[in-house]
């Protein structure tokens, strides 16, 4: 099961950037940390990954605290595209990619 | 082009019949999957196949049948449905094989099943 805590939802002003927390506390030294996201009634669609640095591509930042405890995923400018339920996970390395998603938080981005 | 379909997007039946459900992922991926999203929006990993070899079988009753005929197919035949299997279904494909490092997982857009 999904070892990761994340808020049940949030709000965000469009144009506004957007942080999304997630905890995961028992995290292991080998495992990553990968941010998916489902917009209404469609299939979820890949975002960002990491595993210890900070990373960043064109959809969003991600930003692993020191201890890897817990993560932020940042949307710089959010759009009303960008409501969705987002998805925190830890993957499990050496099995095979095994992905277990959380209930997720729903971001609504608002005019 | 699509980039991992299924067919059919909606699929209504009575409780006791057989269906199928398809899908064909046209990125050369070497790995699959079938996810089930109940009504309560959790989603849940079913079956992992890479190179047409079943990898993954999460605790899914015998009901529920993985067929990937080549590495591009899967597909999920259920026998006696049962009301409890209403759900969206949702097939995946990745490149990664090994279970290790970089895992982009590409979805298809679903297909709801109700069971009545």
């Known amino acids: 099961d999904a070892k990761t805590t994340q808020p049940t939802s949030m709000d965000c002003a469009e144009g506004r950037a957007a942080n999304l927390p997630c905890n995961h506390s028992?995290?292991?030294?080998?495992?990553?940390v990968y941010w998916y996201r489902q917009i209404h009634s469609q299939g979820p669609q890949y975002i960002i990954h990491?595993?210890?640095n900070n990373e960043t591509n064109e959809m969003a930042s991600l930003i692993i605290t020191e201890d890897r405890k817990s993560s932020t995923l940042i949307l710089p400018h959010a759009t009303l595209r960008d409501t969705a339920v987002y998805y925190c996970i830890v993957r499990v390395e050496y099995n095979f990619n095994k992905f277990y998603f959380g209930s997720g938080t729903k971001l609504n981005v608002k005019p | 082009d699509t980039a991992v379909s299924q067919t059919p997007k909606y699929l209504v039946t009575q409780m006791g019949n057989d269906k199928s459900i398809k899908c064909e992922q046209n990125l050369g991926h070497d790995t699959m999957y079938w996810y089930k999203q109940d009504s309560k929006k959790f989603l849940k990993i079913m079956f992992s196949?890479?190179?047409?070899?079943?990898?993954i079988n999460e605790t899914v009753p015998n009901r529920f049948s993985p067929k990937s005929p080549d590495k591009a197919h899967l597909n999920l035949h259920i026998n006696s449905l049962e009301l409890g299997d209403s759900a969206v279904y949702f097939c995946a494909s990745s490149q990664d094989t090994s279970g290790r490092g970089y895992n982009e997982q590409f979805f298809g857009p679903g297909t709801r099943l109700t069971v009545l």
């Open positions: 990491g595993l210890k």
């Open positions: 028992t995290i292991s030294g080998n495992e990553y």
């Open positions: 196949y890479n190179n047409k070899e079943l990898i």
